[in-house]
Each structure stands twice: as structure tokens, then as C-alpha cells.
């Protein structure tokens, strides 16, 4: 079985973020990023949307919330991290701050496994078993868990997806049509700004690879 860890993104949830704050210049002069670090052609700024494309990551800034979306070769995500989110956090205390996501998204190809026998066995319960279904009519099957971990809820949804362009650029064997597993691990922390201090934000943004070891070993069990 080959795995990919195929899309990896921090997102910080917000009931009113100021987009027109987060011009590149502002970022840029508050060293949040740098300026040699931003790929400044491909830069949107709308007045609903700015989208920041850099060497290792994309900062997506929206009405209700702060992302960042990592590539799958980009490295030091800890860092960028703590540096970009960290600091945007101490920088605009005030912003009314609901949540924050640790998310990993995980692709699976089951290079000699026959794929429907394979859902079946690993991803169907009782309930889905209990439905007659004709094996020919080819059912896929998929899996749905959530449980406390580290003061957060993980949410992992696993389910089958088809090979597309976007997926295809992840792996170039994974071409359109091809049948995959994709294991979403959203680990999610509810922010109340009348309890939780931005030093308490701060902290679960450090979970980053403590919730990536954990979302791994669930993985290392499912490819078995």
C-alpha cells in the first residue's frame, strides 16, 4: 500500500476577521513574512478574500477565518507556524477567536488489494453490513471516528475518492479515475476568548507534531 500525506493545513476560526489588516506590506513590516519568502505575482487581495502564496506555504485570509495551507514537501511547518499564526495571534488580540484546526489529509492506494473487498473488510460496520447489497454493484465503504485527545477532539472521516488533477499532482501514478482512500484528520480546539488566553492559543499551535505522530500511528494501523 503506498500512503501520501498529501495536504497538510492550520486553521484559526474567527467570528469577524479584518481583512484589510493583512495587506503583504503589513505582514511584511511586522516580520510576520518575509518579503523574499512571497511569491508575489500570484498574490489576490479582495475585499473577501486574500490568498498569499510563498515558497512553502499559502496564507488564505477570509471573513471567518485564518489558513495555512502547506505543500507536500514543505518542511520546518512548526516553525512557520509558531512565526506566521503566532505572531498574526499576538498581533490582533482582540479578534474574537472561536477555533483552531490541526489538520492532515492522508491518500491511500491500494496498489494489489482488491479495493471494494478491502473497504469492506477495514471501513464497513455493523449497520452497512446489515443493508443487502449486490457485490457487484461495487459499494464502497467508509468510516467515521472522533475522540478527546491532548484537550481537543480528533475528527477522522476515511472514505473512498476518485483520482483527479489536483490529486494526480500529488502523485504522479495517481492518475484521473483511480481509485483511492483518503483519511482526513482534523484535530480541533473550540476557543472561548473570555477563558482562553492567547498564551493558551499559542500553546495548541505547538501540538503540531504531536497531533501529526498521533494521526501517523492511525494511519501506520490502517495500511497494515
Do not use: C
Request: zero cysteines; a negative charge; aromatic letters at 10%.
Amino acid at each position: 500500500m503506498k500512503v501520501k500525506l498529501a495536504e497538510q493545513t492550520v486553521v484559526v476560526v474567527a467570528n469577524d476577521v479584518n481583512i484589510s489588516i493583512f495587506k503583504p506590506w503589513w505582514l511584511i513590516a511586522n516580520g510576520i513574512v518575509q518579503e523574499s519568502e512571497v511569491i508575489s505575482d500570484n498574490v489576490v487581495i479582495s475585499p473577501v478574500a486574500i490568498h498569499i502564496p510563498t515558497v512553502g506555504f499559502e496564507l488564505g485570509i477570509f471573513p471567518n477565518r485564518i489558513q495555512m495551507v502547506f505543500y507536500p514537501n514543505s518542511d520546518n511547518i512548526q516553525e512557520s507556524i509558531n512565526r506566521i499564526m503566532g505572531q498574526i495571534i499576538q498581533k490582533l488580540p482582540h479578534t474574537p477567536y472561536t477555533g483552531i484546526g490541526l489538520n492532515y489529509n492522508y491518500l491511500l492506494s491500494l496498489e494489489k488489494s482488491n479495493f471494494y473487498s478491502w473497504t469492506k473488510k477495514n471501513l464497513s460496520s455493523d449497520f452497512t453490513n446489515s443493508i443487502t447489497i449486490d457485490d457487484n454493484s461495487k459499494p464502497k465503504y467508509g468510516s467515521y471516528l472522533s475522540f478527546d485527545f491532548l484537550d481537543g477532539r480528533l475528527k477522522l472521516d476515511v472514505k473512498p475518492v476518485t483520482g483527479n488533477d489536483q490529486i494526480s499532482s500529488v502523485d504522479s501514478d495517481w492518475l484521473q479515475g483511480k481509485d483511492l482512500i483518503r483519511a482526513n484528520f482534523n484535530f480541533h480546539y473550540d476557543i472561548n476568548v473570555q477563558r482562553n488566553s492567547i498564551e493558551n492559543m499559542l500553546n495548541i499551535l505547538k501540538l503540531w507534531v504531536k497531533n501529526l505522530a498521533k494521526a501517523d500511528e492511525i494511519i501506520n494501523k490502517l495500511s497494515e
